[in-house]
Nanobody, 127 residues
Framework: QVQVTESGGGLVQHGDSLKLSCAAS????????MGWFRQTPGKEHEFVAS????????VYGDSVKGRFIISRGATRNTVYLQMYRLKPEDTATYYC????????????????????WGQGTQVTVSA
């Protein structure tokens, strides 16, 4: 079974930086596209960023473009979300997810396209 685990969340001040990590394991994990979504109480998952299985392509949500960077580690079983210039509206539980379907940029932005999800890591940005 595929396992996805996020870490690195915390409490920071607006303008600060934070780096989240996503450790994934599974028999076919190197063939999976990965994505980050975030959720606040009463809201659906919001797309943050995605990266293709080989790390060659990335997609970012409009609210984080220019501030967040998604990347894959050298072993490709770890995905990172480097966040810069954090804002209070970035406060959310951040989830890492794996998508088993082939890479299609527009599909990678949809929550329903992902098959495996982590438990989430909380990011809180104070004003």
């Amino acid at each position: 079974q595929v396992q996805v685990t996020e870490s690195g969340g915390g409490l920071v001040q607006h303008g600060d930086s934070l780096k989240l990590s996503c450790a994934a394991s599974g028999r076919s994990i190197l063939s999976y596209d990965m994505g980050w979504f975030r959720q606040t109480p009463g809201k659906e998952h919001e797309f943050v960023a995605s990266i293709s299985y080989n790390g060659a392509f990335t997609v970012y949500g409009d609210s984080v473009k220019g501030r967040f960077i998604i990347s894959r580690g050298a072993t490709r079983n770890t995905v990172y979300l480097q966040m810069y210039r954090l804002k209070p509206e970035d406060t959310a539980t951040y989830y890492c997810a794996a998508k088993t379907t082939a890479w299609v940029p527009e599909q990678s932005t949809r929550q329903s396209m992902y098959d495996y999800w982590g438990q989430g890591t909380q990011v809180t940005v104070s004003a």
